[in-house]
């Protein structure tokens, strides 16, 4: 996942923009981010039980989120979100 995420250069969180209030989607995203930032000798056991079960409550929503399509889609949307931040639709 980190490879990949370092390759397309946007973050994982971007797609939470795109949940639509699924709380069980934007857990899901903040497990992947969880793992993408912790490092290996960090991670236990019992926490990569727990992230395994959210992820396969999500499964099928994730693999529509997890392309680089909707990253970038989910990053514009949290960028024009902010304020003073005007954003060129056709350059993105």
Do not use: M
Request: glycine letters at 4%; aromatic letters at 8%.
């Amino acid at each position: 996942i980190w490879n990949w995420l370092k390759l397309i250069e946007l973050p994982i969180w971007s797609i939470k923009n795109l949940t639509q209030g699924n709380r069980g989607l934007f857990l899901a995203i903040d497990a992947i981010n969880y793992l993408v930032k912790t490092i290996y000798r960090d991670l236990l056991e019992d926490r990569i039980k727990s992230i395994l079960d959210i992820l396969k409550h999500c499964k099928t929503d994730l693999k529509l989120l997890l392309n680089a399509e909707k990253l970038k889609e989910g990053f514009i949307k949290w960028l024009k979100s902010l304020e003073n931040i005007k954003i060129d639709d056709k350059k993105s």
